[in-house]
Structures are given as structure tokens and as C-alpha cells.
């Protein structure tokens, strides 16, 4: 039975009934079968009277002012500041999870009061910004909500961004990335063994997201990797990433490389050293890619965007602040090279 907190609760899309008498949650490749009173792998989707609600339906955790860069976004409106916001829950199970305190709680546990679709885009409004960022937990898994803002922020001409593990069913992300203009997807290392073990998702399904947004729609992508010491840092993982990046990508998706803290179930890992940053930097560099970056560091060099064509210095970063920009319509001041990206 639906309680009087439930009653405002959003049915959610994507799902079905299950032979067994159970509902498939059909959003993401995890396909949860969700007997009733149950919710799925990621917390907030919940089998309510043989019926699936997204019970973190307008119920964020909280907002921030953020740099644009923090997302990270080097490409996308550089300089802007950006309106952020996540609900409780993820449908990965990364044991790193540098925001497990809201990815692994429940909605009834954590502080959140209803915000409605209207409310946010309201919000961004009120406070003159040009974007609205869905992170801190994975967005994927609070779509529904995803979809009635960005449909009513596109009106309001205020852009939306995803910042995702990627892992989402092919048919869901249709819907879910309609009225998306820019994503940032972790590409949390390139093996198999890794997302199986550390994860509990699968690689193969990330690399489907990332192909199917780079060509069949026109969001603007770049990627995160971050580089974990002993789990996904080796020289050869990292070419190999970087190759399959050109070979499918091309070379102008821009690359983060970042720091990693000890945190959640990793607290026995040593932090990332600069080193090992610098060392991925070079072989995506080597491999061809155009833009790429270090993160969670300050390092003016690395994180500066520099000229495909004649090198020279054009968007100079430290941390998550923009210390110039010379680009001109878009394009290299020096040589008018056309930078890849969202100005």
C-alpha cells in the first residue's frame, strides 16, 4: 500500500513485470528484478503495489554554485559557473566512491526536502547561470527527474549537463539524454576486470554510451578517468584506453586524468602521485588526443588548453579557475585553429 509519505511519489518509466511476479527495473544494464516493498540496486527505485516509483524523484540532497570546470568541463562554457545538484543512491557499486556518503544512502536517510522540475530551472534563473549539472551521485538513476528539468531548463534557454558513470540501458538513454547539451562519463579504467571487481558493472556497456553519444547525438562529451594506484594506473591500460579513444572518439574529446584520495573501501590506497598523472598526460598526448588535462591537482600546465595547431597557450587553469582565455570566436587567437567545443 502507497503510505501518505509516498503519495507524491513519480511512477517511473522503464520498467516491466517480471515472470516471476516481480518488476525489471529496465533503466540501466542491471536490469534489478524488485519484489514488492523492495527497492533496487541503487535505493531509489522502489516496487510500490506490483508498480515501480523513483522515489528520489524531486528530492535532491542538496545544490551548489559550482565552476563549470569542477564538473570537470574544460570545453563546455568555460570560465561559467553552474548549478549542481544529486539525490541519494547510484546503480554502480564503485568501492573508491569519493561521494559515497549520498551514493550509498537512502533518500529516507539523508536531508532532502521536495523540489520541484519547475523549482530548479527557477532556481538557476534566480542566480543568472547558464547550466544545471545532474552529479554527485550517478543522475542516470533519477532520469525521470532528469528529463522534466532539462525539457523545462531548454526552454528557459539554460543548458543541462550529465555528469555519469555511463552505465544505462540503450533504450533508456534515448530518453533520458533528450534535452542534454554536455556530458562529463567516468571511464573508470579499461578492463573488464576492474568494473567486474571494483565496480560491479561491466566495461563494455560504458564504451556503448560513450560511442552512441559522440555519434548519434550532439552532446558535447569529454572523460574522466580517474587513475587509482595498482588498479587501473598501468602505462599499458592507459594506451590502450587512449587508443580505443582515437579510434572511436577521435582525437577531440578531451581527457581528465585525475588525483585519487583514499576513501569509502579504499582507505588503504595511496593517494595518486603527480607523477603518474603526468605520465597518462604524455600517453594521450602521444596517442593522439588534442585536449587533455590533470585533475584534482594544481598543475597550471596541465589543466591549461593549448593549440592543436600552433601550441600555443589559450585557456590557462589552476585548480577549477580560469586564469585567461584568448580564444576568439571559438578559435586559436594566434592561428584562428577551431578548438573543439562548446564557447
Known sequence: MINSTEKEL???KWWEPADNGKILCTLCPRYCTIGEGQNGFCYIRKNIDNKLYSIGYGR?????????????LSHFLPGSEILSFGTAGCN?????CQNWSISKA???????SYVSADEVVTLA???????????????????EYVIDISERARRAGIKSVMVTAGYIDKRARKDV???IDAANVDLKAFSEAFYNKITFSHLNDILDTLYWIKHETDIWLEITTLLIPGENDSPDEIKKMCAWIVENLGVDVPLHFTAFHPDFKMLNKLRTPSSTLLSAYDIAKLEGINYVYVGNVHNVDGQTTYCPGCNKSLIKRDWHSVLENKLVDGKCYSCSYKIAGVF
Open 60 to 72: 535532491p540532497t542538496g545544490f551548489a554554485i559550482d565552476p563549470i570546470e569542477k564538473k570537470p
Open 177 to 179: 539524454y533528450k534535452y
Open 92 to 96: 554502480l557499486g564503485c568501492k573508491f
Open 106 to 112: 537512502k533518500i529516507e536517510n539523508t536531508n532532502s
Open 10 to 12: 513519480k511512477q517511473a
Open 125 to 143: 534563473r534566480r542566480y543568472n547561470l547558464q547550466s544545471i549539472a545532474y552529479t554527485y551521485n550517478d543522475p542516470t538513476i533519477f532520469g
